[in-house]
C-alpha cells in the first residue's frame, strides 16, 4: 500500500470510532451512466442524497454508509476514482 493510503488509512482510524458510519460525497457528471456506477458502490441507496449544480453539468452525490473499518472506506474511494470524471471529496 502506497504511503498516501496509509496516511489516509492512519486519519481515519484516529478520527473514527468502528464499525461506524462514514459521510462520502462525490461530484459526478450529469451522466446516467457514471452515477448509477457510483451509486453501485453503495450497499442501499435509501441513504444517498443529490444536489445538481447551477449549470447542470454535474451531480453532488451524498451517502451515509455503515463502513466496517478504514479498509472498507478507503476501497469505495478506490472504485469511485477508476471512473473517469468523479471526483472525491
Known sequence: ????????????????KWPGVYFF???VPNDKVKLDQV?????SEEEITYRTSKD???ISLSCKQEMK??????AVYQKAGEIEGVISL
Open 39 to 43: 451509486r453501485k458502490l453503495f450497499q
Open 1 to 16: 500500500m502506497d504511503e498516501a493510503l496509509e496516511n489516509a488509512k492512519s486519519i481515519l482510524w484516529a478520527q473514527q
Open 25 to 27: 460525497k462525490f461530484i
Open 56 to 58: 447542470i453539468k454535474f
Open 69 to 74: 473499518n478504514p479498509d472498507e472506506v478507503l
